[in-house]
């Protein structure tokens, strides 16, 4: 997947205003998928996120959080967590499928299909500059952030 530019898409977003993969383009970002609002490694993950922000901020990188949970949800995950960017909802699961993301997961010894803990650095020109999957989550927003200074 890396250096595969992305197709346009669009998403809802927390902050009200939909967000497109187009209208990014001329600044990195950050698409973290994780699988579940309110859970704890995704709590740990959007707070890791969270406490680098302003770090990312000043490279020109925006960051965004990416699950199958609803606005609503996303919006108290938000607010509980006090999360200074926006968490986009792709309930269908279509951008999810996209970047690859969905997994068969074993869920308390059942088969469910879940989004696989992925994160994607999307370059200025809008191709995927960078891609973990499989992520385990401590230390992983730092490790993002340091590669996103490789990028200015």
Request: proline letters at 5%; a positive charge; one cysteine or more.
């Amino acid at each position: 997947m890396k250096d595969q530019a992305i197709a346009d898409f669009e998403l809802p977003s927390t902050g009200g205003k939909p967000f497109r993969a187009n209208d990014q383009l001329g600044q990195p970002y950050v698409l973290y998928f994780y699988p579940k609002d309110h859970t704890p490694g995704c709590s740990t993950e959007g707070q890791d996120f969270r406490d680098l922000h302003a770090l990312f901020q000043a490279l020109g990188c925006a960051v965004y959080g990416v699950s199958r949970d609803g606005l609503k949800s996303h919006a108290s995950f938000k607010a509980k967590l006090g999360l200074p960017f926006e968490l986009l909802s792709d309930a269908d699961a279509a951008v999810c499928e996209r970047f690859g993301v969905m997994k068969q997961k074993n869920l308390y010894g059942k088969q469910v299909r879940g989004i696989e803990r992925s994160t994607f650095v999307i370059g200025r020109d809008g191709r995927v500059a960078q891609a973990w999957r499989g992520v385990k989550v401590p230390g992983h927003a730092q490790e993002v952030l340091e590669f996103v200074r490789t990028l200015t």
